[in-house]
């Protein structure tokens, strides 16, 4: 499970599996257990009794891992929905104690680290507590677990694997005698049964599953664009916080840098506060701007009758910032403008819940392109993938940044800078390919949710689906 910064040790991490001899078991339990939380998650475990008792660790080894997925209906030809499958009998353990979550960013690094944290829960055999959500980070979004997601079917989903609680019992407070222990993070651990026990169960459960409220909205706001034809999901990550995290500020003018730069220094967990935000650009690093995106769609084939749906929330300049993307692409649609008052009303102010919205569009496009490869993206991609390899276009940052100045300064003609563009995109269009997996390197491999190929070929040979080559063809 590789929890990473930007996600991890409890934000964001992937899960791994390199065999460890058992002689180092004790020294990799250590790492596992302090990789409970990252950054901004923060994990308490209430023990009780002898949480720490021998017997944990004689067991550790026959653990089962569940990656949740957020569960999108399926249908039969004539539209009727399935019966939900019949969730098995609870498992019978043990518990050494209480696992509490609380987890920081939005709303998909956030759904990162709960799945993360399952797996620990499973790991450890403890009984997971309901996770708390981040209600003080940039977003400052005051839903609770609750208001996002299903309760019941996280709880009943999961039982045959991990006891899940809203709370811990009263009779295991302090007043009782029982103590919490907090866990500082360390990031980028690993997991030891990983690919034999843990990977095979991928698609077993769906135990996320947003509250019918955000299901019915998301459904009907799909419903609506396909009414209207296909559809393209463009994930533009071209926000306030976005910016001012990573420091690109290009197209900004002095004043608007000068708001992001305050904004960062604003908060402290924002760890690089100096930044050029040029040198960042030409490496890539930054989220394409609107007018970027609105070059790269069409040189990539995308035309004028294009209806692209804008999964974002507020664009940081406004429609000035979009006119150029407006121009080239007349059929420009947003939950805002394709929703009433009414509709958004209850989601207002909370971020997560948009979010959550903007999640299903783009899991259901017919072509999805992040601008950004953030959590968001990421985990729609590995969706994608995990649906049948739908249609994602993965965007060489540093190459098309190379691609717009050298066509903006005269040296590529438009027809130049279409075909380099269709050229170095060839390739990453999300094809089936093999996670690049680096044994002890795990922040330099492949993002596990964004490519899990391990669950892709459970009932094929993986060769045939994924060609012979261990390596990711479409990473950054």
Same mark, same amino acid.
Request: glycine fraction near 6%; aromatic fraction near 10%; proline fraction near 5%.
């Given at each position: 499970?590789?929890?990473?910064?930007?996600?991890?040790?409890?934000?964001?991490?992937?899960?791994?599996?390199?065999?460890?001899p058992?002689?180092?078991l004790r020294i990799?339990?250590?790492?596992v257990c302090s990789?409970?939380?990252?950054?901004?998650?923060?994990?308490?475990?209430?023990?009780?009794?002898?949480l720490?008792?021998?017997?944990l660790?004689?067991g550790i080894?026959?653990?089962?891992y569940?990656i949740t997925?957020?569960?999108?209906p399926?249908?039969?030809?004539?539209?009727v929905a399935q019966?939900?499958p019949?969730?098995?009998p609870p498992?019978?353990y043990?518990?050494?104690?209480f696992l509490?979550?609380?987890?920081?960013?939005?709303?998909?690094?956030?759904?990162?680290?709960?799945?993360?944290?399952?797996?620990?829960?499973?790991f450890?055999?403890?009984?997971?507590?309901?996770?708390?959500?981040d209600k003080?980070?940039?977003w400052a979004?005051p839903?609770?677990?609750?208001?996002i997601?299903d309760?019941?079917?996280f709880?009943?989903?999961?039982?045959?694997?991990?006891r899940i609680?809203?709370r811990?019992?009263?009779k295991?407070?302090?007043?009782?005698?029982?103590a919490?222990? %907090?866990?500082p993070?360390?990031?980028?651990?690993? #997991? +030891? *049964?990983y690919? @034999?026990?843990? &990977?095979p169960l991928?698609?077993?459960?769906?135990?996320?599953?947003?509250?019918?409220?955000?299901?019915?909205l998301?459904?009907?706001?799909?419903q609506?664009?396909?009414e209207?034809?296909?559809?393209?999901?463009l994930?533009?990550?071209?926000e306030?916080?976005?910016?001012?995290?990573?420091?690109?500020?290009?197209g900004?003018?002095?004043?608007?840098a000068?708001e992001l730069k305050q904004?960062?220094y604003a908060f402290?967990w924002?760890?690089?506060?100096?930044?050029?935000?040029?040198?960042?650009?030409?490496?890539?690093?930054c989220?394409?701007t609107?007018?970027?995106?609105?070059l790269?769609?069409?040189?990539l084939?995308?035309g004028? %009758?294009?209806?692209?749906?804008?999964a974002a929330? #507020? +664009? *940081?300049?406004? @429609?000035r910032r &979009?006119?150029?993307?407006?121009a080239?692409?007349?059929?420009i649609?947003?939950?805002?403008?394709l929703?009433?008052?009414?509709?958004?009303?209850?989601?207002?102010?909370?971020?997560?819940?948009?979010?959550?919205?903007?999640?299903?569009?783009?899991?259901?496009?017919?072509?999805?392109?992040?601008?950004y490869d953030?959590?968001?993206a990421?985990l729609v991609?590995?969706?994608?993938r995990?649906?049948?390899?739908?249609?994602?276009i993965?965007?060489?940052?540093?190459?098309?940044?190379?691609?717009v100045d050298m066509?903006?300064?005269g040296?590529?003609?438009?027809i130049?800078?279409?075909?380099?563009?269709r050229?170095?995109?060839?390739k990453r269009?999300?094809q089936?390919?093999?996670?690049?997996? +680096?044994l002890?390197?795990?922040?330099?491999e492949?993002?596990?949710y964004?490519?899990?190929?391990e669950?892709?070929?459970?009932e094929?040979?993986?060769?045939?689906?994924l060609?012979?080559?261990?390596s990711?063809?479409?990473?950054?």
């Amino acid at each position: 499970m590789e929890v990473r910064s930007e996600g991890i040790q409890v934000r964001c991490d992937k899960l791994q599996s390199p065999v460890i001899p058992r002689t180092r078991l004790r020294i990799w339990f250590i790492r596992v257990c302090s990789s409970i939380v990252v950054w901004t998650c923060l994990v308490q475990l209430v023990t009780v009794s002898e949480l720490w008792h021998s017997h944990l660790i004689s067991g550790i080894t026959n653990g089962i891992y569940h990656i949740t997925q957020v569960q999108l209906p399926i249908q039969e030809d004539n539209g009727v929905a399935q019966s939900p499958p019949v969730f098995l009998p609870p498992r019978n353990y043990t518990s050494n104690g209480f696992l509490r979550v609380s987890c920081n960013g939005g709303l998909n690094q956030m759904r990162a680290a709960i799945c993360d944290m399952v797996t620990v829960a499973r790991f450890l055999n403890l009984t997971l507590v309901v996770p708390e959500l981040d209600k003080t980070s940039f977003w400052a979004d005051p839903s609770n677990f609750e208001d996002i997601f299903d309760v019941k079917h996280f709880i009943y989903s999961l039982r045959d694997e991990v006891r899940i609680v809203k709370r811990v019992p009263k009779k295991f407070s302090s007043k009782h005698g029982y103590a919490t222990l %907090e866990m500082p993070p360390v990031s980028w651990s690993n #997991e +030891i *049964y990983y690919l @034999e026990q843990i &990977l095979p169960l991928f698609g077993k459960h769906k135990a996320l599953k947003f509250t019918p409220q955000i299901e019915n909205l998301g459904h009907k706001l799909i419903q609506m664009l396909h009414e209207k034809g296909p559809f393209v999901a463009l994930h533009l990550r071209y926000e306030m916080d976005m910016l001012a995290f990573s420091g690109c500020t290009y197209g900004c003018t002095d004043k608007e840098a000068e708001e992001l730069k305050q904004l960062r220094y604003a908060f402290p967990w924002w760890r690089e506060k100096e930044i050029i935000s040029d040198e960042r650009r030409s490496q890539g690093l930054c989220p394409l701007t609107p007018e970027e995106a609105a070059l790269v769609l069409r040189a990539l084939g995308f035309g004028r %009758e294009t209806q692209i749906y804008i999964a974002a929330g #507020e +664009i *940081y300049g406004g @429609e000035r910032r &979009l006119a150029q993307l407006r121009a080239l692409f007349p059929r420009i649609v947003k939950k805002e403008t394709l929703l009433t008052w009414d509709d958004l009303q209850q989601f207002q102010n909370h971020s997560s819940q948009m979010a959550a919205l903007d999640f299903m569009v783009s899991a259901a496009s017919n072509a999805f392109v992040p601008t950004y490869d953030g959590n968001m993206a990421k985990l729609v991609e590995g969706h994608r993938r995990y649906s049948g390899f739908k249609k994602t276009i993965l965007l060489d940052r540093k190459k098309v940044v190379e691609l717009v100045d050298m066509h903006q300064n005269g040296t590529l003609s438009w027809i130049e800078f279409a075909d380099a563009v269709r050229r170095v995109h060839e390739k990453r269009i999300a094809q089936p390919t093999r996670r690049r997996v +680096i044994l002890d390197k795990p922040k330099e491999e492949d993002y596990f949710y964004a490519n899990p190929h391990e669950c892709l070929c459970e009932e094929t040979n993986c060769d045939d689906l994924l060609g012979p080559r261990n390596s990711s063809q479409v990473s950054s």
